[in-house]
C-alpha cells in the first residue's frame, strides 16, 4: 500500500521560511501516479484545510490565506512534493499534511508540525 510521508516542519520565526517535502514510500509508487497532489493543514482545535494542490498540466491552485506566499512543486527526479513557504505568519501554524488523490481515493500522510512563533 502506498504511503505519503512527510518533512521538513519545524519552528521558524514570522517572516521565515521553510520548505516541506513528500514523497511516497513504496518504491514502485511514483508520486506521478495520482492524479492530484495537494498539502492540507490543521490548526490546534480547528478542522483540516486546504492550501495548495498541483496536478500535471494544469495550473497550481492555493488557498487565499497563502497565495503569493506558498509555492507548490514537484521533482519528477526525487518523486518528491514540495511545499515552499515564504513570509511565515503565527497563522501558518499548524501540522500540515500531504494528500494524493488517486482514482477517487484519498491517501493521506501522518503530517509535519509548523509551528511559527518569535
Known amino acids: 500500500q502506498v504511503q505519503l510521508v512527510e518533512s521538513g516542519g519545524g519552528l521558524v520565526q514570522p517572516g521565515g521560511s521553510l520548505r516541506l517535502s513528500c514523497t511516497a514510500s513504496?518504491?514502485?509508487?511514483?508520486?506521478?501516479?495520482?492524479?492530484?497532489m495537494g498539502w492540507y493543514r490543521q490548526a490546534p482545535g480547528k478542522e483540516r484545510d486546504f492550501v495548495a494542490r498541483i496536478s500535471t498540466g494544469a495550473v497550481p491552485n492555493y488557498a487565499d490565506s497563502v497565495r503569493g506566499r506558498f509555492t507548490i512543486s514537484t521533482d519528477s527526479t526525487k518523486n518528491t512534493v514540495y511545499l515552499q513557504m515564504n513570509s511565515l505568519k503565527p497563522e501558518d501554524t499548524a501540522v500540515y499534511y500531504c494528500?494524493?488523490?488517486?482514482?477517487?481515493?484519498?491517501?493521506w500522510g501522518k503530517g509535519t508540525p509548523v509551528t511559527v512563533s518569535p
Open positions: 513504496a518504491a514502485s509508487a511514483s508520486i506521478f501516479s495520482f492524479n492530484v
Open positions: 494528500n494524493g488523490l488517486k482514482y477517487g481515493i484519498d491517501y
